[in-house]
């Protein structure tokens, strides 16, 4: 149900975003041709990560699919990919944070089982919330391992607090 995929980094696909805040809405995903762009790799998983709470919440009201769930994690998998090959192309390790992804699968099939409502959500969101703190965190903390390598400042966002 959850087999990672290549999906075609697409420079004109957005993703929006009805809740508000951080900036992120309806922001164009990044075009990635160049290795190592680190910004444009953490820009795009971000936006991957802001999608599968807005898709969750729509889940959890009926108004999208298990499939369309899975079909955020399977880019989120790949965004994540993007982006360990970015900073191991500037010698960054990731290591520490490289379970996220099984982490989230594992939460999203217990929550994906149960029938769609906004109690499920409820019980199952802190949960998924802590694995995207997890990697945000583990982003954040290689700010200066970036920085040495001549990078600039990398995106940054919040979690929603629904």
Known sequence: MYAQQPHAHSS???????????????????????????????????????KLQETLRQWSIGHASESQVSDVYVQIGTDFNTTMHAFAHHHIDLSDIHSIPKDLRTVLEQCLAEDPSPNVLALFMPEVRKVLYRLLKGLNSRQEAWRAVGGGQLPTMSLDSR
Not at 13 to 18: A, D, E, K, M
């Open 12 to 50: 004109t696909s957005t993703v929006s975003r009805h809740s508000g805040g951080g900036g992120w809405e309806g922001q164009p995903r990044v075009d990635l041709r160049i290795p190592g762009d680190v910004p444009a790799a953490v820009r795009n998983l971000l936006l991957s990560m802001k």
